[in-house]
């Protein structure tokens, strides 16, 4: 406001130094216009600093609210359940992240600043011109109401237009991003060719997309500064016929045409600012509906976890569950499902792909709400109970093996940031992790890659057991925790995590039934339902699904351990 205020004196100056200086008699003409000369200079160096302190501050906020806008969005995003991914993609999500917050940082610490001083400075300079000549304010404004609904017709399309330009841009990003990400597989088949012409492809959408939200945008631009230029040489001219009759000093014309720059500059600045501004609204419109996504609830995670470290076995069980995925909701995943697993047990679950093994650990986790049907632990419905409590409970060895970008020593602290060196060094031992890690360039400190691509499968899965290791909650899940491991590596780890079980209810999903003989209980799934229930002997006893499973794996494996005959 002192900026703009500032700016708008230096007509009213310059009126000053044409009815004063010009006019005065040659004794004073010197001392008055040095005088006037002095007042332009200080209103200039006061303009400056005004407008050096105007950048920075709104400069300041943009970055601080374009930081929380991104602080707040990505918190959000880390508390939707798996069922919010079915449908948008990661790279759509690093998209909003990062291109639009991007676009609203330079509309609110840039064109947002220099809106809101070329709104006041064209105000100003409007009501500056009503106190002088009310009349020609009138008609100018007049002309100007003119191109209101013009002005708002584009500015609705281009916003539209905005929008849909920052969805294709998303688009292309998460194409680029799901490529990026299986480029050992991409390589494997020879597509480069084939990307590359995809993501050209989407390329060329978001360019098409962007011209029409740009030629729409130029239309804006033209018609407003045409609006403005036109009244404001319509007020001019109006002036000097003032000037011609004697109803006004050739200073107060001065002014006038002054004020009528200013408004007319500050004019076309708001048509390029409003331009931005549409711009950004799209991009603030995604945003929100991710910061406004309706996730699980905020809780304590990490105090939970500490709480559950170290604490006794509990009992779980599954009383008629029932459960379809969002996405196919007429398919039953899990239907009217009952077992039990006593305090300090180890159950496996087995059954053909598809059966919804993996389905019960993300329910247990409430990873999806079940539709039926009802999940204890302890006693105490789950979906009753804290989420962060809940998961806290629960140490989770995934089939696929999550490893960060990180040292060894990060990852298998992951599961519990506070653990000390010597208790992260004797998960590793537990989960036969110590010796391929101290094996590493840099040991425990050694930096592993994205994704872990610097350690083979067996290797991933052995940190990710000592991750579940060091967390020590009172249950335990196994999701085909040692596929990716060979015969003796899996003899070991089964002994490390049938240590890492004492005083731990367990649950193991695993399609090699070598793994869970020795389980107290085997639940056998098909089609969401439980088939079959005993121990292995049991189970082969009865000759079932299990007993037909167990008689081809074995088969396999004894055929490939064979050697082969000699062929004639």
Known sequence: MLAAATTLVVPYGLRLLID??????????????????????ALAVMMAIFTSARFYMVSWLGERITTDLREAVYANVLRQRPEFFETLQTGEVLSRLTGDTTLVQTVVGSSLSVGLRSTIMMMGGILILAFIRPTLVLTVVAILLLFILPLAL???????????????LADSSALAAEILNAI???????????????????????FHTAIRRTR?????????????????????????????????????????ALLIAIIASSAAVLAEVWGDLLRAAGATERLLELLHAPGEPADDASAAAARAHGRRAVPVAFDNVQFSYPSRPAVPAIAHL??????GATVAVVGPSGAGKTTLFQLLLRFYELGGG??????????????????GSIALVPQDPVIFSGSAADNIRYARPQADDEEVKAAARLAFADDFIRALPDGYDTFLGERGVRLSGGQRQRLAIARAILADRPILLLDEATSALDAQSERMVQRALDAARSNRTTLVIAHRLATVQSADRIVVLEAGHVVESGTHRELLELDGIYAKLATMQFFANAAAAAPAEPSN
């Open 20 to 41: 004063g200086g010009l006019t005065a008699g040659d004794a004073e003409r010197l001392a008055v216009i040095r005088n006037q000369f002095l007042l332009l200079l």
């Open 338 to 343: 009952s077992f039990d697993v006593p305090a």
């Open 184 to 206: 050992p597989v991409v390589q494997s088949f020879g597509q480069e060719a084939r990307e590359s012409a995809r993501f050209s492809e989407a390329s060329e959408v978001t």
């Open 154 to 168: 584009i500015g609705r399309r281009v916003r539209r237009l905005s929008r849909a330009s920052q969805d294709r």
């Open 374 to 391: 009802r999940i204890l632990i302890d006693g105490q419905r789950i979906d009753r109970m804290p989420l962060a409590h809940l998961r």
């Open 216 to 256: 729409m945008r130029a239309m804006l631009t033209a018609l407003a500064i045409a609006a403005v230029f036109g009244a404001n040489l319509y007020g001019l001219y109006a002036g000097v016929q003032a000037v011609m009759d004697g109803r006004l000093s050739a200073g107060t014309l001065g002014q006038i």
